[in-house]
Every structure is written in structure tokens, then in C-alpha cells.
């Protein structure tokens, strides 16, 4: 029963995050209230104040789901693959790799991502809960590579410099005339990143 009220859970939170970004990109944020969210993915304010604590907060939610299941597919990557080649599986996955973010994106819906993201308060959301999660990202490089969460900067250079080349292919990604593909973007700063950061050589202090 624990499992199946969990997926529950877990279903209401992605209606809500779905419903969230579907009608700030159709209105504009300012245009957005949370009761409009909650009845878009048919459940009550209070049901949604259970979940999120502002608007803002349910939108970024979806970038942190993303971190933590990058983390997950991390952990699940066979264990004598090359830790960057891991990591790269790891961070595309999440945006659909080999799916329509492997395609360029409509330029209206461009326009509006970059209205959204462009939104101060909404910034400064995403960048709170992108570092929330790092953690677990970095829990993960560690279990990898040998190294203690606790004690080696490695894991959390890593899980960094990652949040940090994501948000410069987004930021990238948004920007490109005419438009780019997603994931390719994403191997793009990977890759780079793997030859500045190599894995550690039997463990790092």
C-alpha cells in the first residue's frame, strides 16, 4: 500500500509541475494564480499547497525532479562504464534523450520559455532548488568514483560544474536563431567538462 500511495503522490506532484508550466506558458506567469493551477490539474488549492508553496516554487520542482533522476540513473549505469559517459547518459535522460529535445524546438514556444525564465522571482527559485539538489547528484558521483560525500571536494565539484554547464546550454539553448536541439547542446558541455574535471585516479581528498 506504501508503494502505490507513493506513485499517488508522486502523480499529483508531475500533474501539478505540468499544469504549472502549461499555463505560464500560455499566459505568462503574472497571469497565473495557484488556484488556477490546482484546477488545471484537477485536485484543490489546499491538495497543491500540500505539494508546493508558491507558484514559482511548483515550476522549479520540475528542474529538481530532474537533478534527482539524473542521480538515479546515475547509481543505475553499469559500473565499468567511463564515469563522464555516465554522467552524460545521466543528465540527458531526463529531458527525453532521443526525443523531441533532440529536435529544435518551435520558435513560439522559445519565446515563451525565455519570458519565463526571464522572471526575477523565478530565477531565483530555480537556482534554490538546482543547489537543494545537487546533493544527491553529488552523493552519487561519490558512490561512483570511491570518494566520501562527507569529506572530498570531488563529488561536489562535480555535481557543480554539472549544474553549471546545464544551465549554460539551457541558457544557450533559449537564445540560439535559428533554433538549437536540446540534447545535443547538453553532450556538448559534457563533454567539455570531462576533459577539465577527469575522474579521480582510486579515490580524492
Sequence with gaps: MSGLRERKKQ???????????????ERGMEHVRVEDIAAEAGVSP???NNYFSSKYEALAARHADR??????????????????????HAMTEPWGDG??????????????????????????????????????????VAARTGTDVTR??????????VTAAVQAAVGHWLHADPPLALVPLLREAIDALAAAVPAPAGGAR
Design 67 to 88: 537533478v534527482r533522476r539524473s542521480a538515479e540513473v546515475l547509481r543505475e549505469r553499469p559500473g565499468d562504464e567511463p564515469l563522464w559517459e555516465a554522467i552524460g
Design 46 to 48: 489546499r491538495t497543491f
Design 11 to 25: 502523480a499529483t506532484r508531475e500533474a501539478l509541475t505540468l499544469a504549472a508550466l502549461r499555463l505560464a506558458l
Design 99 to 140: 526525443g523531441r529535445a533532440s529536435e529544435p524546438p518551435d520558435p513560439a514556444l522559445l519565446a515563451a520559455m525565455r519570458l519565463l525564465t526571464g522572471d526575477s522571482t523565478m530565477r531565483a527559485e530555480s537556482l534554490k532548488v538546482a543547489f537543494a539538489a545537487d546533493g544527491e547528484f553529488a552523493a552519487a
Design 152 to 161: 572530498d571536494l570531488y563529488p561536489h565539484l562535480v555535481a557543480a560544474s
